[in-house]
Structure formats: structure tokens, C-alpha cells
């Protein structure tokens, strides 16, 4: 079992950078594909990014590549989603999630966080 908790969300101007936390419990952490994905206001919830156990293969939406890159840190449980040049669209709650395969289908993660909300104004 793994318990995520997402942070670092907020309001920031379009534009404007922020960076995502998502810390880990459990000490299985490194045996985790990990996701991101966001869900906007009247909107299905939508892959954003993955990374794979080792770190070393990612994933990305076509909507943010480019502007947004998912990294971690096994050594403190850790998966970051930093994202640069927000654009109003971007506006959704961000959840991060883990799972045996970093694919882009919300189907293969099987434990998720309560979501962080970004809003980013124009």
C-alpha cells in the first residue's frame, strides 16, 4: 500500500511557474510507476504525465510538453511535476498516482491523492 499527498498548487498568473509535490508513505516507493493527471472544471479527468520506476523513461501529453517536465526522487519518496509557461487552460485539480506500468491511462494507477488544485489566471 502507498498513501500520496499532493502540494504546491496555487493561483499563478498565465505565463508563471509552479511545481508540484507528491510524497509518498511506505517504504515501496521505487516498485511504483508514477502519474500525473488533472481533472478541469466540467471535464473528464486527463493524463498529464508518467515516469517509470527507475526515473529514466517519461511520458507526456501533447497539451504540455515542452512546458512541463515530471521527475522523482526515491530517496524521499518524492514525484515532482514542474510546469512552466501556464496557460489559463492549465486550470484543473492535479492528482498524482501510482501504478505498475507509467502509462497514460488512468486505469493502470492504482492508488491516487486527494488532488491539488492550480488555477491560473489570464
Known amino acids: 500500500q502507498v498513501q500520496l499527498v499532493e502540494s504546491g498548487g496555487g493561483l499563478v498568473q498565465a505565463g508563471g511557474s509552479l511545481r508540484l509535490s507528491c510524497a509518498a508513505s511506505?517504504?515501496?516507493?521505487?516498485?511504483?510507476?508514477m502519474g500525473w493527471f488533472r481533472r478541469a472544471p466540467g471535464k473528464e479527468r486527463e493524463f498529464v504525465a508518467s515516469i517509470s520506476r527507475n526515473g529514466i523513461s517519461t511520458g507526456y501529453a501533447d497539451s504540455v510538453k515542452g512546458r512541463f517536465t515530471i521527475s522523482r526522487d526515491n530517496a524521499k519518496n518524492t514525484v515532482y511535476l514542474q510546469m512552466n509557461s501556464l496557460k489559463p487552460e492549465d486550470t484543473a485539480v492535479y492528482y498524482c498516482a501510482a501504478g505498475s506500468l507509467a502509462l497514460s491511462i488512468d486505469s493502470s494507477y492504482t492508488h491516487w491523492g486527494q488532488g491539488t488544485q492550480v488555477t491560473v489566471s489570464s
Open positions: 511506505g517504504r515501496t516507493f521505487s516498485s511504483y510507476a
